[in-house]
């Protein structure tokens, strides 16, 4: 039986290709219906209904700009996002934004770095968990607890 925690969801997000371990993983599903809600920080795009589950959806674009203090572009079209990563961190489900889902990657088997996470950039370096290769490129794994954790302001324990 294969560990999921050595395990990871590759998915594109703006010509980047990044990956979220199997164990933040609920589900992906096609785009959802947004509601906006005011007064949130403008990377949650509003809420969806997912079976009668209320959720935040993420913009991963606008959250690493942000968080980089770079000026978020307000004409930005959002058509290219076809599905929807849902994830759970502790008790707490959220949906992300992708452009496509590509496939279930073992991490350890194309492990270029480990703990790659830098400073500065474009924003997403600094949640970068490790890097793998896919033979045409790199892989951003994304440390799923640290954006959560930035999100919400709650310190999550994680392995």
């Keep these: 039986m294969k560990n999921s925690q050595n395990e990871a969801l590759v998915f594109d997000l703006s010509g980047r290709s ?16 947004i509601t906006g809600v005011p007064m949130l920080p403008r990377y949650i795009l509003g809420v969806s209904n997912l079976r009668g589950n209320i959720i935040p959806v ?7 700009k942000e968080k980089a203090g770079q000026a978020r572009d307000v004409q930005k079209e959002r058509e290219g996002n076809s599905c929807v990563i849902v ?3 502790e008790e707490s489900i959220f949906a ?15 492990l270029l770095n480990e ?16 890097s793998l290769s896919d033979g045409d490129g790199v892989i951003f794994v994304l440390d799923i607890a640290k954006i959560f954790e ?3 302001g709650e310190s999550l324990e994680t392995d």
């Design 87 to 89: 994830l759970r961190c």
């Design 150 to 152: 930035e999100m919400t």
């Design 58 to 64: 993420i913009d991963l674009e606008d959250f690493f």
């Design 96 to 110: 992300v934004l992708a452009d496509n889902v590509l496939r279930v990657e073992e991490t350890k088997k194309n």
């Design 18 to 33: 990044f990956a979220a371990e199997l164990r933040y993983i609920v589900e992906t599903v096609q785009a959802l219906p």
């Design 115 to 130: 703990g790659a996470a830098q400073s500065r950039g474009s924003g997403f370096e600094k949640y970068v968990k490790a």
